[in-house]
């Protein structure tokens, strides 16, 4: 087995609990996103466009700063969402789940929306012409057309917040047990002379699990589609 | 509920030793930048004691009233140069660091506006009459360990890290010591924050404590200097 | 009623019409790109032409000028286009039942369309002309006021395309669901049909009753001179081996199968290549249908054919005859003549059971 | 010569074939299901059947007991597939022109085709049935040495059909290539064919010559009763008044048009409904073709019609009449009857220069 | 104007290049992997497809360490590059390119692959069918049909190659004018007590620039999947 000090493992058990979180949250709301960034045709649409992008675009430990601004818990919005639910982001585990989520969130919608496109709209007319109303037709035809794609944002998405490090150790820090996930840790271990043992042990780990999602997901998504093609 | 402590990321080493040292309760410690932690901090971050490596950014955090005390300096270091291990002494003089540099070496130092052992370095060169020389030649990392990874694998033939870092990595060895009046003091400054908890001032003063002083000097950390 | 009031532009294709469909099946028939699947698409609210007014019964379903235009699952109109568009995630059961409530009526069209093996497979799997069937399944199951249907049998074999007919035939004459009904092919035009609009380039070039269009020398060169007929009508009088004798307004013409219980009002369609003109009664011919009639008019084509009207009773024929034939028996309007159908050139799908 | 052994499976459907076919047009005709774009696919390469032993002239393309299977491009295989297949980022010219080395041909078959104003257009523009005939040149401009056509007609208005009928004849005849044609048309049979293989569950129900399986009383339940004809050869013996008067073996006969020059060797199908048959020479009837001929053989069927079939000197005729004139006529073998022929109904689609 | 000081504009200037160049210069290969990726079905399939995905899953930075113990100077690798073709990466703008380039990578072989799926077989059998060779089918038929796809995988891969960070610095540094990055630049500011001013003044740019290059290439890409859709 690989030898890790507890707190790596806790790091481990926390990236994972965190990726799985942002993943499961935002799924639906990039699902939302690549929706009205394929299909819509609206004003600002260039902006939300824009906005969705800003964390790929940014280095990752600004996107950390402009949360910190705008949701530390001195920031009005921060101040905000505490008093009214209670919900504190800064320095939490609940902020790494928001900074994985943003950070990965242009990856998700991105995949999402190049699978929209390949939808046939043929499908989509025959099924409005079978009666079915757009949010049926979206459920019964276009998702499920797209859920290879939307597998695959969801993986990517998963493994980018296995992976993200600037913009949490930025908005949450560096907290063992509480906000240190994998690649903090990584972070401080490398601080220290002859800490490479365990540092090596970690990429190791979280290379492992993020690699076995994606090989599960290519895996699953590959059966979704063959099932598609009628081949299986 | 552990101690809090926001701690620069140099003082990993020093500071998990002080921690597992002390018998007055549990400390979490988390590390980042101090740039970072100060910033942090400033953002209402939740630590009971803010620890940095460098003054400036304590003077920024106190201007910013997020601190509990007056900060205390418990520890100094000094700055060495540094080459792969087996390197002869170096003269700190123009010619021999070009000679050691030659035709494209790079000299390996934290970030010079970022990372305070790069501050403190320029600054050093600065005042020994080496900055011309070398200007245009520095390899800025992110943090010191990462300047000093440069050098242990031969990136770079020359760094500047502290003193204490510099022992701890068996690839790289000082060259040439920096004496410690070219630049500002280096001095770690610590300080409980206005929110913190009844145990911040105790581990606090345990730092300063003999015990804790003598955890430090084990990990190549100086005395304050007075 | 069915109201079609469209114009379009597509670059250098300009649609015009004007349509008006009772019920029963109105017919679209007209060459490649003439605007048949255009007129359907906007029908069913997929293609929003730049005027359209269309209105099915009570409803409006679209009228620019008012800035109506409803969402094509608003309509209620049942579609089966050019290609299957079968969704590729459904079983075929399930591509049948997308747009039914409930699965009652599933296994009585999975058999009538023989896709009742098939019901597990993935649509990926299936021939072309089994994924036209299930896509006639599917939107017959779904129960639609208006039913387009796009070309619906070009996939399907002459055995299962007469398989099917009866089927339509049926749904035309008891479900009481008007349809829209692209063909390139007569016969279903004349089997199925009630009115019959002829496009040409956009612009509906003749429409009425498919016993007057197709019956009116004038619509020949539309629709082409092979596939000129009349329309008789009558009703059953008896069966006797296997063959049914009718009653026209002429007499009396026999014609294979029994086709419908004595009474029954029947419609004949009668090719105008299948008459022969005779002046005199035939004696021992293969042929049993013998009517006896009056030249109405002559109409001399360009080529080597002419048409020959006959009036049978109240009925009108058809007869197409070459000029030569025309020229050796010398007919002139008002001759007594002969009509002679063979009786087998009535087959199948040329009867059918009458609307009015 | 084309070699076709193939068999596979598919769940419950297993083809299992051996055909052998010669130069001209090998038509594949069969219900929907019964294999035919299924063995299309193998001999283009674009399916692995389990075993294949496919060989055109001297070409091995397949022998999978060998391990040889010649990949798409290597076979010089046209292929119209039963949808259009279009590339969509190519013009309706780029997309013509993507399989043949230089444009030579191009105009004449764009003009051909009538799709020389779509030749700027992108495919998503086009009706239905113009992408069909944009497929079917883009095929024919690649310069096959096999050309598969997976129901290339069946989008194809009548009209049109017709026109591009005469094309795919001459090249048949002039070009020298090969092909395998599936349809469910059997004018199209009979107008193209050279050899026809019937299939019926993905085995050869029949096969031979065109006119042989055609005029096989025996064939006429796998092919439809409404399908039965036979076939005759003559040459051209003079051209009056727009029509073109033939000698067969069993006399004269007159045709629409004038189809090829004096002397030139034709083929005519007669479809068996269209036969007449009469015990004494009928007179005064617009029908001109008159063959005497005598009763082969009668052949009951399960409904109201026979099949009688003719010798009208070394050609036979098929006719259907209902069995009630059978027995009204009495006819017996041997008995010497007439055969009349509605001139027209000889029509243009049934009339073709002969291969042989 | 933004007011920077000159080593901003030569971050700036670096990073238009070094992303540009990156980006093409892994376009191609991203294309290749892609296409085995999707198409191919060979051993060790798993295993490419593991490696491409690495740079998304590790922390930045130990990617960065990676490429610093493959490709150094005393690497073999990189000695052999140093004495075959002269090639320094370690400290060079061009190793800011590799580090650029192997962090956009996943990005772009992504993007591809998923246009690559939603190609119809059927087109690429009629292309056969008419005498192309497997190379001329998808020179003529595949490439243009996924060239959406391929538009939209640079154009993620530059701008997630304008907003690198912790792979550069690990592995070339932050050298002004040689392999100071913008990202390096808004670092190093950040970490200044009052470096605020230049920091917002270099995002704005970064944003400025990898957002339009976004909205252009959507635009391109529309106009190419309209012409595909024969809509133009
Ligand atoms: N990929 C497949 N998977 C499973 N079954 C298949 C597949 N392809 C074809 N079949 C089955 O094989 C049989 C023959 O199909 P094929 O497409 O050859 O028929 P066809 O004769 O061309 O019919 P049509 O006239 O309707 O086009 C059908 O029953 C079909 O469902
Ligand atoms: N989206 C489009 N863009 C441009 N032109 C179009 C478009 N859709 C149809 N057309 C053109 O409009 C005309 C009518 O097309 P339509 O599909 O209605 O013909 P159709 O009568 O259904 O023909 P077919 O029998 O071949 O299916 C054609 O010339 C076609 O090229
Ligand atoms: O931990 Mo520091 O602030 O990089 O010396
Ligand atoms: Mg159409
Ligand atoms: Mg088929």
């Known amino acids: ?232 | ?226 | 009623m069915l109201r079609i009031e469209l114009s379009h532009r597509f670059g250098d294709f300009a649609l015009d019409v004007d349509i008006t469909a009772g019920d029963g099946i109105t017919m679209l028939f007209g060459p490649s790109g003439a605007g048949k699947s255009t007129i359907a698409k906007a029908v069913g609210g997929l293609l929003q032409t730049d005027q359209a007014y269309v209105q099915l019964g009570e409803r409006v379903l679209a009228d620019t000028s008012k800035l109506l235009w409803l969402k094509p699952h608003m309509r209620r109109i049942g579609y089966v286009f050019q290609e299957p568009r079968l969704f590729p995630h459904l079983s075929v059961r399930g591509n049948l039942l997308y747009g039914a409530g409930h699965d009652t009526d599933l296994a009585r069209i999975a058999d009538l369309l023989d896709i009742a093996p098939l019901l597990t497979r993935r649509p990926a799997g299936l021939s072309g002309g089994e994924a036209a069937r299930v896509a006639l399944g599917r939107a017959l199951l779904s129960a639609p006021s208006l039913l387009i249907l796009d070309e619906p049998l070009a996939a399907l074999d002459a055995r299962r395309k007469a398989d099917i007919l009866p089927y339509l035939e049926r749904l035309r004459d008891h479900a009481n669901v008007p349809m829209l009904y692209i063909t390139h092919a007569l016969d279903e035009v004349a089997r199925l049909g009630s009115t019959l609009v002829l496009l040409q380039n956009g612009k509906v070039a003749r429409s009425g009753s498919v016993k007057d269009v197709l019956s009116d020398p004038d619509a020949v060169p539309v629709l082409g001179p092979r596939m000129a007929g009349a329309m008789l009508e009558g009703h059953v009088v008896r069966h006797v081996d296997g063959l049914t004798e009718l009653e026209v307004s002429g007499g009396l013409v026999w014609v294979p199968g029994t086709a419908g219980a004595v009474d029954t009002k029947i419609r004949l369609r009668v090719m105008a290549q299948d008459v022969i003109v005779g002046t005199q009664k035939p004696q021992g011919l293969s042929a049993l249908n013998i009517l006896p009639a009056k030249v109405v008019s002559l109409h001399r084509g360009d080529g080597p054919g002419a048409l020959v009207v006959l009036q049978s009773g109240t009925d009108r024929l058809l007869a197409r005859i070459t000029q030569r034939s025309l020229d050796e028996m010398s007919l002139a309007p008002g001759d007594a003549v002969y009509g002679i159908l063979k009786t087998v050139s009535v087959g199948p799908t040329d009867v059918f059971a009458g609307l009015d």
């Open chain 1, 1 to 232: 087995m690989i030898n890790l000090p507890p707190e790596g493992w806790d790091a481990l058990w926390l990236s994972l609990r965190v990726a799985g979180l942002s993943t499961l949250l935002s799924l639906p709301v990039a699902l939302g996103v690549a929706v009205l960034l394929a299909r819509g045709r609206f004003w600002g649409r260039g902006i939300l466009n824009g906005l969705v992008h800003l964390p790929l675009v940014l280095p990752p430990v600004v996107t950390g700063y402009l949360l910190l601004i705008a949701l530390g818990r001195t920031a009005p919005i921060g101040v905000f969402l505490e008093e009214t639910f209670g919900l504190v982001l800064a320095f939490r585990w609940t902020g790494a789940v928001l900074a994985a989520a943003v950070m990965s969130f242009p990856l998700t919608v991105r995949a999402i929306w190049l699978a929209l496109e390949a939808v046939e709209p043929g499908l989509e007319e025959a099924a409005a012409t079978l009666g079915a109303s757009p949010a049926r037709v979206f459920a019964t035809v276009t998702l499920p057309l797209i859920a290879p794609g939307v597998l695959a944002g969801a993986v990517i998405g998963f493994a980018k917040a296995m992976g993200e490090f600037g913009a949490t150790i930025t908005f949450v820090s560096n907290i063992p047990g509480e906000t240190q996930t994998v690649p903090s840790a990584i972070y401080s271990f490398l601080q220290v002379p002859g800490g490479e043992a365990t540092v090596w042990g970690l990429v190791a780990l979280a290379v492992g699990v993020a690699l076995g999602a994606l090989l599960l997901a290519e895996l699953l998504s590959r059966r979704v589609a063959a099932r598609i093609a009628g081949r299986a």
């Open chain 2, 1 to 226: 509920e552990p101690v809090r402590v926001f701690a620069a990321a140099s003082l990993k080493t020093a500071l998990d030793a002080a921690a597992a040292e002390w018998a007055g309760g549990t400390v979490s410690l988390s590390y980042a930048g101090s740039g970072a932690v100060a910033r942090q901090v400033a953002a209402g971050a939740p630590a009971d004691i803010v620890v940095l490596a460098h003054a400036d950014w304590m003077k920024w955090l106190d201007a910013q009233g997020v601190l509990g005390t007056d900060p205390v300096i418990f520890a100094g270091n000094t700055l060495a140069v540094i080459g792969p291990v087996g390197d002869a002494e170096l003269a700190l003089t123009p010619q021999d660091i070009a000679a050691r540099l030659g035709r494209d070496g790079r000299l390996a130092m934290g970030d010079l506006r970022a990372v305070p052992a790069g501050i403190y370095g320029q600054e050093a060169l600065v005042a020994l009459g080496l900055w011309n020389g070398v200007a245009g030649r520095i390899a800025q990392a992110d943090n010191v360990r990462n300047a000093m990874a440069f050098v242990a694998r031969g990136e770079a033939p020359l760094g500047i890290v502290y003193a204490s870092d510099a022992l701890a990595d068996p690839r790289v060895a000082i060259v040439a010591d920096i004496p410690s009046d070219v630049h500002a003091p280096i001095v770690y400054p610590a300080a409980v924050t206005a929110s913190a908890g009844p145990m911040a001032q105790e581990f606090l003063s345990f730092l300063q404590s003999s015990v804790g002083q003598s955890v430090f000097r084990a990990a190549g950390l100086q005395e304050p200097p007075k």
